[in-house]
């Protein structure tokens, strides 16, 4: 496509289910970002792949959340075990060069933790 | 550690009218980046910014970049309508690991 493309848009969780939020990023966009932003915030960086590999997981909040992006293109974020502090919009970006110039967001995942 | 803070949080104004919004970062910094968020949607980016006196403008909005200062700001002339939007600022910088970390975001109400 276009643009990058998350799904699902919306996603409605009871507490302690494990979600799967996906990321199709730009073809071709060698960078991929997953963000997390909470109703009235800012974006919060969760991760960074460049390629296959991820460069940067500082942000992820706990060992609950793994990202995975396995043959460089399309990427995965889990949650496990949810939790209510987990609802939030969470945002995929991708760029063509490394790092962040001229990135593009989705339109994010919508999580509400139940 | 990188801090970003916009001024102001939330802006109602009339059409017609002139106002700026200010984005203050706490470190050296190398690109300073607007974005626009309309409400279910994507962000969209607006500037990038990679220098002390930068100046870029498109259409209404102008961004502005003083880097001695730790100073962004994004200027709207003559405010129409469809200018209704979250705005964000956001920086890198070595000290964030060059991943952006971002303002609260201004929300701004355009009133016709």
């Known amino acids: 496509g276009a643009g990058v493309s998350q799904s699902p848009r919306y996603k409605v969780a009871k507490r302690g289910q494990d979600v799967a939020l996906r990321c199709d990023p730009i073809s071709g966009h060698v960078s991929l970002f997953w963000y997390q932003q909470a109703l009235g915030q800012g974006p919060e960086f969760l991760t960074y792949?460049?390629?296959?590999?991820?460069?940067?997981k500082s942000g992820l909040p706990s060992d609950r959340f793994f990202a995975e992006r396995p043959e460089g293109s399309v990427s995965t974020l889990k949650i496990q075990r949810t939790q209510q502090e987990d609802s939030a919009v969470y945002l995929c970006?991708?760029?063509?060069?490394?790092?962040?110039?001229?990135?593009?967001f989705g339109q994010g995942t919508r999580l509400t933790v139940v | 550690e990188l801090k970003v803070e916009q001024n102001p949080l939330f802006l109602s104004m009339q059409e017609g009218k002139n106002y700026t919004i200010y984005c203050n970062y706490s470190?050296?910094?190398?690109?300073l980046y607007w974005y626009r968020q309309d409400p279910g949607k994507s962000l969209e980016s607006l500037f990038v910014?990679?220098?002390n006196g930068a100046v870029k403008q498109e259409g209404r909005l102008m961004a502005s970049l003083d880097t001695k200062a730790r100073l962004s700001t994004l200027h709207i002339t003559a405010a129409v309508h469809d200018l209704s939007a979250t705005y964000f600022c956001?920086?890198?910088?070595?000290?964030?690991?060059?991943?952006?970390?971002w303002g609260a975001g201004t929300k701004l109400i355009i009133k016709p």
């Open positions: 956001a920086v890198d910088s070595m000290d964030s690991n060059y991943q952006l970390i």
């Open positions: 470190t050296t910094s190398d690109r």
């Open positions: 970006a991708s760029s063509l060069k490394p790092m962040n110039t001229e990135a593009f």
């Open positions: 792949f460049q390629n296959e590999a991820q460069l940067d």
């Open positions: 910014l990679l220098s």
